[in-house]
């Protein structure tokens, strides 16, 4: 069984900066592709960033320039470091993760099997 769990949500000002966490713990064999989504109330599930194989990654255009994912095998976790913070990136973000190829390390979230509870954050104006 495999369990992902997210830390590092929290309030900050527009134009801040906060770092999000995901650690997977139990068996993390092929899970090749590692995923950040968010979601808004009201809203559908977004992915934000992915991560292949620890080094190719990817972003949807709202946040090019000010996401980045990276991760760290040895600690088998995953961050987001998200830089000029907006209030629309308010959300509660999930991290996810999934075996297959790097070209559908993408934000479809339904190919996903594995999810963490989630870390809010929240980005005042």
């Known amino acids: 069984q495999t369990q992902l769990v997210e830390s590092g949500g929290g309030s900050a000002q527009a134009g801040g900066s906060l770092r999000l966490s995901c650690t997977a713990f139990g068996n993390t064999d092929g899970l090749y592709c590692m995923a950040w989504f968010r979601q808004a109330p009201g809203q559908e599930r977004e992915g934000v960033a992915t991560i292949y194989g620890g080094s190719q990654d990817y972003y949807v255009d709202s946040v090019k320039g000010r996401f980045t994912v990276s991760q760290d095998n040895a600690k088998n976790t995953v961050y987001l470091q998200m830089n000029s913070l907006k209030p629309e990136d308010t959300a509660m973000y999930y991290c996810?993760?999934?075996?297959?190829?790097?070209?559908?390390?993408?934000?479809?979230?339904?190919?996903?099997?594995?999810w963490g509870q989630g870390t809010q954050v929240t980005v005042s104006s």
């Open positions: 996810a993760a999934r075996g297959g190829s790097a070209s559908n390390c993408r934000g479809n979230s339904a190919l996903y099997i594995f």
